[in-house]
C-alpha cells in the first residue's frame, strides 16, 4: 500500500465498499458499487479511501464473486490484522478508468452538483440527488426555497452538459408548482 495525497477525491469513482474481512490471508468482501462488476476483470491498480479521507492505491492480487458481493484480495495485505485497517473502506479507480457510456447516458456522479436552469437561463437550483421510480430517473433539485423533483427525460432535459456541470431543461407548465 502506498499513500497518493496526489490524487484527488473527485476525480474518485467508487466501485466497491468493503465491509468485513474473510479467513485470515488478508481477505475482504465489499458490496459492489458498479453496474459493470465484469470490469474487475481488468482492474488491477485502485484506490482506497477510508473514513478519514485518506487514499491509499492497492493492487488487486485476486478477486471472486459470493452471492451478491465480492471477495478482494490486494498485494501487501497478507493477514487479518493488515485487512482490518482497509474495513470500511471505498475502493476506488480513476474516472477516466470508467465503463464508457452511450453520448446520451451518465453517471450519477456526473449529474450530481449539475447546474439546473431553464432554457431562459432562469436558475433552478443544482442536482443533490437522482431518485429511480422504475420508469425513469427523477432529479432532485436543491432551489433556493425547496427542492424540485424534475423527470430525466430528454424532452425536458434538453441540454446535458457535463463538462460545464449544466442541465438546461424546458419544463412542462406546472411542474414546479408541487
Known amino acids: 500500500m502506498s499513500s497518493s495525497p ?3 477525491r473527485d476525480e474518485l469513482v467508487a466501485i466497491a465498499r468493503t465491509v468485513r474481512t474473510r479467513g485470515l490471508c488478508g481477505e475482504l468482501v465489499a ?19 477510508n473514513s478519514n479521507g485518506n487514499i491509499c492505491n492497492l493492487e488487486l ?8 458481493r465480492i471477495v478482494l484480495k490486494f498485494f501487501g495485505v497478507d493477514s487479518i490484522d493488515e485487512a482490518k485497517s482497509l474495513v470500511n473502506c471505498e475502493i ?10 452511450s453520448e446520451d447516458e451518465f453517471y450519477d456522479w456526473q449529474l450530481i452538483g449539475c447546474k439546473v436552469e431553464t432554457l431562459e437561463k432562469e436558475n433552478l437550483g443544482c442536482v443533490t440527488d437522482i431518485l429511480r ?8 433539485v436543491q432551489g433556493k426555497k425547496k427542492d424540485y423533483l424534475i423527470p430525466f427525460v430528454k424532452s425536458i432535459c434538453q441540454i446535458v452538459d457535463i463538462d460545464e ?5 424546458d419544463l412542462p407548465e ?3 408548482e408541487f
Open 61 to 68: 492480487e485476486r478477486f471472486w464473486f459470493h452471492k451478491d
Open 6 to 8: 496526489q490524487q484527488k
Open 165 to 169: 456541470k449544466l442541465i438546461r431543461v
Open 133 to 140: 421510480n422504475g420508469a425513469t430517473e427523477i432529479l432532485v
Open 174 to 176: 406546472g411542474l414546479l
Open 31 to 49: 458490496e459492489i458499487l458498479t453496474d459493470f462488476p465484469e470490469r474487475f476483470n481488468h482492474t488491477k491498480e485502485v484506490f482506497c479511501i
Open 92 to 101: 476506488c479507480v480513476h474516472e477516466s478508468e470508467t465503463v464508457k457510456l
